[in-house]
């Protein structure tokens, strides 16, 4: 990565070493015979397995977009000992995840309250138009997104971009929903946004406090420089 780049970077305050304390959340990664959806955090490199907490992740939703037109078409799933598997079709244009099946947690004590978490991923082409997922990004150039929520921007949301080397970036979405990131190496990069809901609900007949909705967008970039081995990561409890 060239010197001035990282010393913009770092003087801006945008890049911050991987090991920021996170909950866990879904990813998309391509691969030769579709594509994978991991369970953990990208920027600790921490892929959950099965047996093991992959096991939680059991109302998994997965659907394929083409390029040509809007309809989404059922993806089916295979659980594997690491990883869910996509039979993602070829000519897709992008991937999307939902999972919204999780019962509602007590998490009382960690001062969060009845908590209902969902999950979404997208992977491929960013969202034009009306977006398919509650939480979703927009995209308007290579690295301008508009984060959207319910279908509205979202203003003043927490992004993180999870680096191919694990180094993480941290943005804040303006009050347009919109936000500019960086992506100066070649290889997958990880869009990350967790939102607060405030509003109580109901869900399976318990009641919640606030929903905790885990997004993430992920993208492959071809051209730039080789990124360099990962960064060690510190690993932290949920």
Same mark, same amino acid.
């Given at each position: 990565?060239?010197?001035r780049l990282l010393?913009? @970077?770092?003087?801006? #305050?945008l890049l911050l070493a991987a090991g920021i304390a996170q909950a866990h959340y879904l990813?998309? !990664? =391509? &691969?030769?015979?579709?594509?994978? @959806?991991?369970?953990? !955090?990208? !920027?600790? &490199?921490?892929?959950?397995?099965?047996?093991?907490?992959?096991?939680? %992740?059991?109302?998994?939703?997965?659907?394929?977009?083409?390029?040509?037109d809007a309809a989404t078409r059922a993806v089916a799933l295979r659980r594997t000992p690491g990883h869910l598997?996509?039979? &993602? =079709?070829?000519?897709?244009?992008?991937?999307?995840?939902? !999972?919204?099946?999780?019962?509602?947690?007590?998490?009382?004590?960690?001062?969060?309250?009845?908590?209902? %978490?969902?999950?979404y991923a997208r992977h491929g082409a =960013?969202?034009? #138009?009306?977006?398919?997922?509650?939480?979703?990004?927009?995209?308007?150039?290579?690295?301008?997104?508009?984060?959207?929520?319910? #279908?509205?921007?979202?203003?003043?949301?927490k992004?993180?971009? %999870?680096?191919?080397?694990t180094w993480v970036q941290e943005h804040q979405t303006d009050a347009r929903g919109r936000v500019r990131i960086n992506t100066p190496w070649r290889g997958l990069y990880v869009l990350h946004v967790l939102h607060v809901d405030k509003t109580p609900g109901e869900f399976a007949g318990q009641r919640y406090d606030n929903l905790r909705q885990h997004y993430t967008y992920s993208f492959?970039?071809?051209? #730039?420089?080789?990124a360099g081995p990962a960064i060690p990561a510190q690993q932290k409890k949920d």
């Open positions: 990565m060239p010197s010393s913009r @970077l770092v003087a801006s #305050g990813w998309i !990664e =391509p &691969a030769e015979d579709g594509a994978r @959806l991991f369970y953990g !955090e990208a !920027e600790a &490199a921490l892929k959950e397995g099965s047996p093991g907490r992959l096991d939680s %992740i059991q109302g998994v939703r997965a659907f394929a977009m083409s390029a040509s598997a996509l039979a &993602a =079709p070829v000519q897709a244009a992008s991937l999307l995840v939902q !999972e919204e099946s999780l019962p509602v947690r007590d998490l009382a004590a960690n001062g969060l309250g009845q908590v209902k %978490i969902n999950y =960013p969202a034009t #138009g009306a977006s398919q997922l509650t939480l979703d990004v927009q995209g308007q150039t290579p690295d301008t997104w508009t984060v959207v929520y319910r #279908g509205r921007p979202l203003a003043h949301a992004l993180e971009v %999870i680096a191919p080397n492959v970039r071809t051209a #730039g420089p080789d």
